[in-house]
């Protein structure tokens, strides 16, 4: 049996029931086959896939915290330290009932390749918790957040570990943690944590930073492959952070996004979305979208799914994994869509990826185009080391400059192994031999 394929069945038979994280593994490996092939014996001594594919660290523990009602409540929270090779652990934090360990796993060992497509100094990790922030108060949040943080600050630091947001995890949030790690450590370490808000060290445009960025890597894209996206229809799923600020940058670009979905419904709008609406529904009310229906009569508000059955040019996934599924992508073919390019992670099945591909749709996936976040979070970083601030414009510029080269990285890789086009295997190729270098390099640890 080859190296990859003993591999993976050791990963199989070692995780049987974590269905995610073997997604993103069989994913990652089918495509560093010709890699590996290159260089079996040397890569099987050093023990490479082994080590790549076991993380470093997992830290699972107990959150205690009381509610309004003066009733305690536990949940689980997580933070994996997958491999910190290259730079700190540096992942978001989660919190979503669906959070498990095999979530937790599948997050940080994507994001490991997606740190490394950077160029940025970051390792790769993630966490969380099984917390709903659904229907909780302001209070209830933060004595949540504060209990979780009271935990987690024993692992991480502005040199070791560095937790963001994600799924459930905004501004508010992250000023909630760090509060509590300043009050616990008794000092002022901003590093520590990214997506901090304006007043206490964050970054202008981290906020922005993974629609925006997803929108400049399709640019990019299509670009390359003689098309332009002004004028493009644009499916985009998703109405949090990442989808926000895709619509928004979609927009600027000229193109037209004309749906958006929670997780009670979606929305079309033939007028194009209302981005000032969204945000205020969203952002500011924290409603549903039947709220964005009633101030928009033009738009239809739909029960469940449904997103990628509305005709479009491009189809930007942005809500969560497992999102768009084989016969999603037949009705988005069917439709006529050109590129698929991912703001969530792993939103896309194995199945649909295959097919969309094999129907000539450019296809990038989400460790690359929706890398825009950790990166405007590596500048975070790096202004906070600084003690200095950039304006809005410096960092958009520099996560523009970003977003284009990581793109280049992987149509480059893609063509030196031979599969030009297949920007999924280029991701991953080029994550990955940043990172092999960087593991070789430190000896075997
Ligand atoms: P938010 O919590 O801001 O928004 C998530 C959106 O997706 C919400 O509209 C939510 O609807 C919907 N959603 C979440 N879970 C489900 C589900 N199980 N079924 C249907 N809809 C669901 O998260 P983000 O926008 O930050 O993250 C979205 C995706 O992007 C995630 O995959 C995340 O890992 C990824 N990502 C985020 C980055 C960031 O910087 N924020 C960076 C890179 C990737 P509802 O409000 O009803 O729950």
Redesign the pocket.
Known sequence: MGYIDEIFTQVREQNIAQKEFLQAVEEVLESLRPVIERDEAFYRREALLERLVNPERIVIFRVPWVDDAGNARINKGFRVQYNGSIGPYKG?L?F?P?VNLSVMKF?SFEQNF?NSLTALPMGGAKGGADFDP?GKSDREIMRFCQSFMTELYKYIGSDTDVP???????AREIGYMYGQYRRIKGAYEGGVLT?KGLSFGGSLA?TE???YGLLYLTQEMLRCNGSDIAGKTVAV????????YAIEKAWQLGAKPVT?????GWIYDPDGIDVAILKEV?EVR?A??TEYAKARPNAQYHEG?GVWTVKCDIALP????N?LLLDDAKALVANGVTAVAE?????TSLEATKYLQEKGVLFCP?KAS?????AV?GLEMAQNSMRYSWTFEEVDNKLKEIMIRIFHNLDDAAKEYGMAGNYVAGANIAGFLKLANAMLAQGIV
């Open positions: 978001g989660r979503h669906t997050l997606k659904k963001a947001g994600d799924i459930g995890v905004g997506g981290r930073a993974t629609g799923s998703g109405a949090g952070n990442v989808a926000i958006c979905s929670d997780s009670t969203k924290r549903r979208l799914k942005c809500a969560t994994q999102e703001g969530a992670n792993m939103p989400g929706n890398a825009g976040g950790v979070s």
